[in-house]
Each structure stands twice: as structure tokens, then as C-alpha cells.
């Protein structure tokens, strides 16, 4: 409902191509100076990205490869990936069920991405780095993303708590503050299913408010969480919007 990547999530841009042309994307993108292999919401083309990965590391694959995905994950789902992923970077979006009912019609979604993310940690272990130009770069670990919504601050402060307190140092935190209010001008364009969702869900027409985000870093630092990615400036601007134009595709 409130994805940045809404163009592609529903469908309106992409191209089909086979795990021969995946593999050989793998290997352009580490050419072209990529510091890992990132693929997006992978899950139902998981088979074959992992055949493309396969085949990619026998032709010289060096690079590390990330799984990004929702957290909405079986075990047995991220249990297959134990030989292909090095990162996972996992969303962990709502501690609330109700929230997860409301926003993804998902009122599971707390305790099957939890039970998922105990996999991701049991596989990868703690974060492990090397360094890249001077930089260190992630090769192996586990990242949890939390995109803060607004009007969510207490179920952010939630999974904070959570997260901190099972993994610790196993994972590293990445707490995100750039909610896009998209459905605004999906809805004044005519859209009828974000029309619906704003009428329905009033507050995603706003922004996080800066004060709001300030709280749960500072909850996070309360909490003793020694390292965490977080952001400033204007994050939750449109124009940090990629344009999906196919290009290396």
C-alpha cells in the first residue's frame, strides 16, 4: 500500500527474463563496480534466482549477495537460501497485529516474520565486514529494517525493543524514516484503490513528523543500542524515487 517501488509492486513496469540473462546481470552489475548483488522482494522467483546465483559464482561472482524482502517469510522459504544468501536485509514492518491487519491484510505478519528473522540470524550469524575502498562494506549478517509510519511511533518503539532485546549485536538495525505519502496524488490522479485506502487510512496522507522519529532514536539510544543505521534529510522525498526505466535489464 505504501511502497515506494508501487510502480513495479503492482506490476506496471518489468520485463521477463531467464536465469541464463539473471546470471549474466549478476556479473555486469560487479563489473560496473557494485558492491553486492541486491535482489528486491525475491521471494516467488526465489528458485530461480538461486539457479542464477549458482551459475553466476561458477563464471567469477566475487561480490556478496543480499536478499531484500518484507520479512514476510516462511522458514523453510529462507532455509532454501542457506547456500546462496551472505545478507539478508529484512523488513520487520509491524509488531502490532492489528497494524498488520490493517495496513497488509496480514494480522500474521508479527510472528511469521519474527520466526523467519530467527532463521536469517541462525544462518548468517553477526555481522561480519571487510573494507572496500577505505569503507567497510557487509558481507555476511543480518539487517533489520523498520520503516516508521505515521502515527506508529509506540509499534516502532515496539520493535525496537524486540529486536534489540532477542538478537543484541547479532543484527544490525536500520530505522527508517521515509515513509512517502504516494496514495496522495495516486488518489488525486484517480486511483480508486488508493482513494479507498486514504479514506479508510487518513493518516498515511502525512509524512513521520521529524519530532516522531527523533523519540525513537532517542528510545533506541535509551535502549543501549550501540550501532544503528538511521536517517536524516529529505529521505521521504518523491525525487528519491528511482525511476524504473529497465535500464540494465
Known amino acids: 500500500m505504501y511502497c515506494q517501488n508501487a510502480v513495479i509492486a503492482a506490476g506496471e513496469a518489468g520485463r521477463a527474463v531467464t536465469v541464463e540473462r539473471l546470471a549474466e546481470m549478476c556479473l555486469e552489475l560487479e563489473a560496473q563496480g557494485a558492491l553486492n548483488v541486491n535482489f528486491v522482494t525475491p521471494t516467488h522467483y526465489a528458485c530461480e534466482a538461486r539457479v542464477a546465483v549458482a551459475q553466476a559464482r561458477e563464471r567469477g ?6 536478499w531484500n524482502t518484507s520479512g514476510y517469510e516462511t522458514v523453510e522459504a529462507v532455509r532454501a537460501n542457506a547456500s546462496t544468501v551472505d545478507v539478508y ?34 544462518q548468517t550469524g553477526e555481522p561480519v565486514f571487510d573494507e572496500v575502498d577505505g569503507l567497510p562494506r557487509l558481507v555476511r549478517g543480518t539487517v533489520v529494517r523498520h520503516l516508521m509510519l505515521p502515527g506508529a511511533l509506540e509499534d516502532s518503539k515496539r520493535i525496537v525493543r524486540l529486536v534489540h532485546e532477542r538478537y543484541g549485536r547479532q543484527v544490525l538495525l536500520s530505522l ?7 496514495l496522495v496524488d495516486a488518489a488525486a490522479a484517480g486511483n480508486k484503490r488508493a482513494q479507498i485506502a486514504l479514506v479508510e487510512n487518513p493518516e498515511l496522507a502525512h509524512r513521520v513528523p521529524d519530532e516522531d522519529y527523533e523519540r525513537l532514536l532517542d ?27 529497465l535500464t540494465g535489464v
Request: glycine share 4%; hydrophobic share 45%.
Open 61 to 66: 561472482l566475487t561480490v556478496p549477495v543480499v
Open 219 to 245: 528510545f533506541a539510544d535509551e535502549l543501549g543500542v550501540e550501532d544503528y543505521f538511521w536517517q536524516e534529510g529529505g529521505a521521504a522525498e518523491e525525487s528519491f524515487i528511482p525511476p524504473f526505466d
Open 89 to 122: 536485509l529484512t523488513d520487520f514492518k509491524y509488531a502490532d497485529a492489528c497494524l498488520a491487519a490493517r495496513y497488509s491484510q496480514a494480522p500474521d505478519y508479527p510472528e511469521v516474520a519474527l520466526a523467519a528473522l530467527d532463521e536469517m540470524v541462525a
Open 176 to 182: 527508517m524514516n521515509q515513509y512517502t505519502p504516494v
